[in-house]
Nanobody
Framework: VQLQASGGGLVQAGDSLRLSCATS????????MGWFRQAPGKAREFVAA????????YYRDSVKGRFTISRDNAKNTAYLQMNTLKPEDTAVYYC????????????????WGQGTQVTVSS
């Protein structure tokens, strides 16, 4: 199983980025997908998640209204559209896949990607 996160970069505050998480080796349509991030010196934190069907989405409060998670089951890929980026969004972003994540989708993931760096300058 492989999860490949991409799309990170260096942007200015207010800009947008779209992260992608391409997967292989699993039946993508059966897995809930999550995005997490870890800033230097801080613990990894939940950012957003989407159910296997795409019907249900979950966000941390600080990104609601700015970030949108989506998935394309035909392409085995999940996305995180990040708008109005802020310096506090700077972190390494990881995608994760879970066959049975926790009810709030914040834990219980089986596979993790390698991370992509997002840096937002003020």
């Amino acid at each position: 199983v492989q999860l490949q996160a991409s799309g990170g970069g260096l942007v200015q505050a207010g800009d947008s980025l779209r992260l992608s998480c391409a997967t292989s080796g699993l039946t993508f349509s059966r897995y809930g997908m999550g995005w997490f991030r870890q800033a230097p010196g801080k613990a990894r934190e939940f950012v957003a998640a989407i159910s296997w069907s795409g019907r249900n989405t979950y966000y941390r409060d600080s990104v609601k209204g700015r970030f949108t998670i989506s998935r394309d089951n035909a392409k085995n890929t999940a996305y995180l559209q990040m708008n109005t980026l802020k310096p506090e969004d700077t972190a390494v972003y990881y995608c994760a896949a879970g066959l049975g994540p926790s009810s709030d989708y914040k834990a219980g993931y089986d596979y993790w990607g390698q991370g992509t760096q997002v840096t937002v300058s003020s």
